[in-house]
């Protein structure tokens, strides 16, 4: 991979860190880990069972993961097909990026509330269906029921997928976003016990995060309004393609 993707594939990645510790994934973790696995919070909890519940736990881990990856890569490969499509308007396409999400990273801190931002869109399974299929679906549901806090960072990616000259790219990048939302989420399931008391210690320290992901978002829209992204990337192609 040339060193401009390697950057953008880093940007990608954090933004799944982000999300994974946003106020509206980081304290679901335990739920969404019960839920999936249909072994009781309890049972997680105790070393006898861990042990006997632990490859359940990975495997039916891995398909949730698996499930809101296929959605997110659809959308990245959605967003760059649209982009091949707006290509004459890409340059238009950068500066409203940019504004959005300088106004998504605002929303974000919690500085000034976006009502149209407070919106949710979430769908809910009142059983989950049997097997790693159920831990897939639920995966989809997920990713389908993106809430306000993941948003404005997964759009963030998806606004940049936009402006990418090819589908791959835009799959690419999401395919990044993905693991790093699953890697932690992954490892979450594999130490429970660990995740519980990781967590009593980082939720108090949940307001910095967010003012933190708010001005990570800020930084990537002032980059794309003052079209320093693209020359960044041009200066590192030239680097790299002497």
């Known amino acids: 991979m040339g060193q401009p993707q390697e950057i953008s594939g880093l940007i990608a990645f954090s933004a799944g860190l982000l999300s994974f510790v946003s106020p509206c994934v980081l304290p679901l973790v335990p739920s969404y880990i019960t839920y999936i696995t249909g072994v009781s919070f309890k049972e997680l909890t105790e070393a006898e069972a861990k042990a006997k519940l632990r490859w359940a736990t990975v495997f039916h881990s891995f398909f949730f993961i698996i499930g809101f990856s296929f959605i997110f890569i659809l959308m990245g ?27 998504l990273g605002i929303h974000f801190t919690g500085i000034i509330n976006l009502p149209f ?3 949710e869109k979430r769908f809910e399974m009142r059983r989950k269906p049997l097997g790693y299929l159920g831990s897939f679906l639920v995966g989809i549901v997920f990713a389908a029921g993106w809430t306000p806090c993941i948003g404005p960072i997964l759009s963030t990616i998806l606004i940049y997928a936009s402006t990418t000259k090819s589908m791959a790219t835009g799959i690419l990048l999401l395919t990044y976003y993905s693991i790093g939302l699953g890697i932690p989420f992954f490892f979450s399931s594999l130490a429970f016990n ?35 992204f693209r020359e960044i990337n041009f200066y590192l192609n030239a680097l790299t393609n002497p």
Do not use: N, P
């Open 77 to 103: 490969a959605s967003a760059s097909y649209l982009g091949q499509v707006l290509a004459e308007y890409q340059y238009w396409i950068m500066k409203a990026g940019g504004v959005l999400i300088i106004l």
């Open 117 to 119: 931002l407070q919106m």
């Open 194 to 228: 660990s995740f519980l008391s990781a967590f009593d210690k980082i939720k108090r320290y949940m307001r910095v995060i967010t003012i933190i992901s708010g001005l990570f978002l800020i930084a990537i829209g002032i980059l794309f309004l003052t079209d320093t």
